[in-house]
């Protein structure tokens, strides 16, 4: 299951440790009955030991679902230093106690907090993991900028009405984080971030191959992805679709999603 984007089969200690707080930014990928890619946020998600991912729920979600028919899951997790380890997994089974258990309800957010506490332990084997490497900003931000550029030249086609005015705003925020998620051949969901992409219109999204080029180049035309968008005000959306395939606007290779599915997944 190793492979040259995900070399180790095991978390280090430096990984553990490095993994282990709170404050930090988990996407997780599942597949839907439909066979369909969904990311959802889970800021839970960690490292157990070395050969095992955790993440506690504190309130229900559609993903909790997914798992429990398909065990194929992909992960993602970001540091607010912004590195980024990225992963595959089985889910295996849930706990109510326990020293995850513990550890979670005695943090911080949850210890002091009256209103919920992390009630399920969920447990994944790892299968794979990337381990740590820093996001590079230094290609996603000319990436964003030649998005801007093709999103001024490409026609505005759009029939749907898939986005609102707040989820196109939302999504062309060039400070909020978008993540592309796919089912790949194996049946295990890939997290590729995507913080270039805008919307084009309100069914139709686009994004520059200027950063993380060489895997959006290994999405197949037509294939289902998703995409999610989350602001570190908690806000966030998932919009799904089918990948229309890459294309070149004045020497500038991109991509182009079209939208037929929005789902806000925002707690109250």
């Not at 999610?228 to 908690?234: C, E, P, Q």
Request: with cysteine; glycine share 8%; proline share 6%.
């Amino acid at each position: 299951m190793k492979s040259e984007l995900m070399p180790f089969d095991q978390f280090s200690d430096e990984d553990i440790r490095d993994l282990t707080p709170a404050m930090k930014v988990g996407v997780m990928g599942t597949v839907t009955p439909e066979g369909l890619p969904h990311l959802t946020l889970i800021t839970t998600l960690m490292a157990s030991d070395a050969k095992t991912v955790v993440w506690g729920q504190f309130m229900e979600g559609m993903s909790k679902k997914h798992v429990q028919k398909n065990p194929k899951v992909g992960f993602m997790i970001m540091s607010l230093a912004k590195d980024v380890w990225r992963g595959k997994a089985n889910y295996t089974h849930t706990s109510k106690s326990g020293k995850d258990y513990d550890f979670y309800n005695n943090t911080p957010l949850f210890r002091y907090n009256a209103y919920f506490g992390v009630h399920i332990v969920h447990y994944m084997d790892l299968l794979a993991q990337s381990g740590k490497h820093p996001l590079p900003m230094g290609q996603i931000i000319p990436a964003a900028i030649k998005t801007m550029v093709v999103k001024a030249l490409l026609p505005k086609k759009g029939k749907a009405q898939v986005l609102n005015g707040w989820s196109k705003a939302f999504f062309d925020k060039i400070d909020n984080l978008k993540f592309l998620g796919y089912v790949g051949a194996d049946g295990y969901p890939v997290i590729i971030p995507l913080i270039q992409a805008q919307s084009l219109d309100a069914e139709h999204m686009v994004f520059s191959f200027g950063a993380f080029g060489d895997e959006l180049e290994q999405i197949p035309a037509f294939t289902p992805v998703a995409v999610f968008g989350m602001a570190l005000t908690m806000e966030d959306v998932l919009v799904r679709g089918t990948y229309q395939g890459s294309k070149r606007v004045l020497g500038m290779k991109c991509g182009v999603v079209q939208l037929d599915y929005a789902y806000n997944p925002m707690p109250p």
